[in-house]
């Protein structure tokens, strides 16, 4: 048998235990205000977030020739009229063009910089690291207007190299800081031990370092794709004449005819963004790279 | 048999000069084939204009000139040709407005006029498309006036005056000044409705704050789609952004206020360093054939600069097609504008911002 309890014991320890938790349980009423708190702020950012884009898909869904709303219906007239086009569909196709040659070439230079900055013992590391972001800080016009007179100087036209070098140089910064963001951890005893096993330098490259700095590497190759496909003030000035790109298309579009096609080109884009993502993570699986 | 096929095996070297000989070509290849035709660069707006010019009045011009035409439809043109030699000009003829073709001038990047001797057709142009106003020649107009809705029981228009009335207060539609030309032709118009003219900046800018509040926008296409969508009752437009929806039973006119319509010019020039000079007085003029502009102004309701042209009776209707018409157009003097562009666009920042 085991020990017994007076009524009034019990009631004791319960009024000592209810004493006892009552901070514990303030603070877990505070922690569910501030649960719904949280809430609160995260729904509102990304409200403001997908806002825009939710009013891009009612333009383009929208049949009247302006923004209206409320809607007065659904239509996929100005989906037709941009698939119809030959000139939306040539910059389409243009603008993919040029973002894959941009994503090949920002991410090799991008990457192969960002390996020697970060094993290199260069001199001047830090000043040739912030020189390689400065494309960042300067204005992104400024950039495409000094291009296209270096271009003009060099008597060379605007050919499409020039556009992809110009895209290049503003999409390099972002390949450089997301591989030296993973070189920064990365253990060089893994690559001694390769070598030291009998495997050649350019094995090591590839059977070792690559796949360790893989996740950099892709996290910057992405963002070089999306900033090169919606590039549009360094286009500006190196676009030539029959050879646009979709975001100077647009611009030029916009100024005579404001209709859904924008809309409609808009979220063309922003599903093919989404689909060069999504296809990124099927097949070299971006959710293991997610800790990034 | 075996002998053969070993001759023709490709080795590392017979690779690298066929690849390097391969690259060589596909890099060299559109330069050798351009190097045949001569080519005339020029610049051209997009919408429907883009469209007809790359369809059929550019391939046309090539056709008979036997040349190619290279058309620059990403604005901004007047930055590109500054960045460009003087001697080797990216543009052979500039398309633009009035105001900024008289920024080139004064920078020197374009001819001030163009040879009545080598641009025939010239002699067929009304006063106004050479005037002193005008540098190069304008081979098309617009008409800068009022436009407004018709369904909402505004009663009739006929001055530009009738703007600043109360009852539009909320739906009345103007332009960023500093970066639109209607806008800065408009204000120019202050100085005359309310002031001793054009030049009568005080006076318009007197004017410019009784007109708000104003709903204000950068580019004519987003004023059409405001006065579309009934955001604006009664805004300044030019008339082919109204006519251009005729036959869609829009409740929208066009006002052609008594006080005179302001002239939007389509203005062509001749860069001075120019390699093609021939070519490009060959197209002036050929932009300025009573066929190329019949098609041209029946297609974006622009009024045609020469006199011969005799337009379909829907469009002779409402565009500028006639003497008296035309007398009722009024210029802006640009060059004077322009010598004041950055003391007008601070004071009229300070008017919307306020």
Request: charged share 20%.
């Amino acid at each position: 048998m085991g020990p017994s309890h007076s009524p009034s014991l019990v009631s004791d320890q319960e009024a000592a235990l209810r004493l006892a938790t009552a901070p514990m349980r303030a603070i877990a009423g505070r922690r569910c205000y501030g649960r719904y708190l949280y809430l609160a702020v995260n729904i509102s950012i990304l409200t403001f977030l997908l806002a825009p884009i939710a009013v891009v898909v009612v333009f383009a869904l929208n049949p009247t020739p302006f923004i209206q709303f409320p809607p007065v219906g659904v239509s996929l007239r100005w989906f037709e009229k941009f698939f119809a086009s030959r000139d939306f569909m040539h910059a389409l196709g243009f603008s993919l063009e040029i973002a894959l040659l941009t994503t090949v070439s920002a991410t090799m230079l991008g990457a192969s910089a960002a390996l020697a900055l970060a094993r290199g013992n260069l001199p001047g590391t830090r000043l040739i690291v912030a020189t390689m972001l400065s494309p960042l800080m300067l204005p992104a016009i400024l950039t495409g207007l000094a291009l296209f007179q270096t271009y003009v100087l060099l008597d060379v036209g605007r050919p499409t190299w020039g556009l992809v070098a110009g895209h290049t140089l503003v999409t390099l910064p972002y390949v450089v800081r997301t591989t030296l963001a993973v070189l920064h951890n990365f253990d060089t005893r893994l690559e001694e031990a390769a070598q030291n096993l009998g495997a050649s330098p350019l094995r090591t490259f590839f059977e070792v370092t690559l796949p360790l700095i893989k996740p950099g590497v892709l996290a910057g190759a992405i963002f070089a794709f999306i900033v090169s496909f919606d590039q549009f003030p360094v286009s500006l000035f190196l676009v030539s004449p029959g050879n646009e790109t979709l975001p100077v298309t647009l611009f030029n579009y916009l100024k005579f005819d404001l209709d859904g096609t924008i809309g409609a080109a808009s979220v063309v884009s922003i599903v093919l963004a989404f689909l060069v993502v999504v296809g990124l993570d099927r097949t070299v699986g971006l959710r293991s790279y997610v800790k990034l | 048999m075996t002998k053969a096929l070993g001759s023709s095996r490709l080795s590392r070297r017979r690779f690298l000069t066929a690849s390097a000989s391969l690259g060589i070509g596909t890099i060299a290849a559109p330069y050798v084939a351009r190097a045949d035709d001569p080519t005339l660069r020029i610049t051209g707006w997009g919408g429907k204009w883009g469209e007809i010019m790359k369809a059929e009045i550019g391939p046309a011009f090539e056709n008979e000139f036997k040349c190619k035409l290279q058309i620059d439809s990403a604005f901004p043109y007047l930055p590109k040709l500054q960045a460009s030699s003087r001697s080797a000009p990216i543009y052979d003829v500039m398309h633009t407005n009035s105001n900024e073709q008289w920024a080139a001038a004064e920078m020197g990047l374009v001819e001030p006029k163009i040879d009545p001797k080598l641009v025939p057709n010239l002699a067929d142009v009304y006063p106004y498309a050479i005037s002193d106003k005008i540098v190069g020649v304008s081979i098309f107009t617009s008409a800068i006036g009022l436009g407004m809705r018709t369904d909402k029981g505004y009663g009739s228009v006929s001055s530009w005056k009738e703007l600043w009335d109360a009852k539009y207060n909320g739906v009345r539609g103007g332009y960023v000044i500093p970066v639109n030309s209607l806008g800065q032709a408009f204000l120019m118009m202050c100085g005359t409705l309310f002031g001793k003219g054009q030049l009568d900046l005080d006076a318009a800018y007197t004017a410019l704050e009784k007109l708000k509040p104003i709903k204000i926008v950068d580019f004519t296409g987003a004023m059409e789609k405001m006065l579309l969508s009934g955001e604006v009752g009664l805004c300044v437009i030019h008339d082919s952004g109204i006519y251009r929806y005729d036959g869609q039973n829009q409740p929208t006119d066009f006002v052609a206020p008594s006080e005179g319509v302001l002239s939007l010019e389509q203005v062509l020039t001749i860069t001075p360093g120019s390699k093609m000079k021939e070519l490009a007085n060959a197209y002036v003029n050929y932009m300025l054939r009573p066929d190329v502009q019949k098609r041209l102004a029946e297609t974006v309701w622009y009024s045609p600069a020469n006199r011969k042209v005799k337009l379909d009776a829907k469009y002779d209707a409402k565009l500028l097609t006639t003497p008296e018409k035309v007398s009722k157009l009024i210029q802006v003097d640009w060059k004077w504008y322009n010598e004041r562009k950055d003391e007008i666009d601070q004071r009229v920042n300070r008017i919307f911002r306020a």
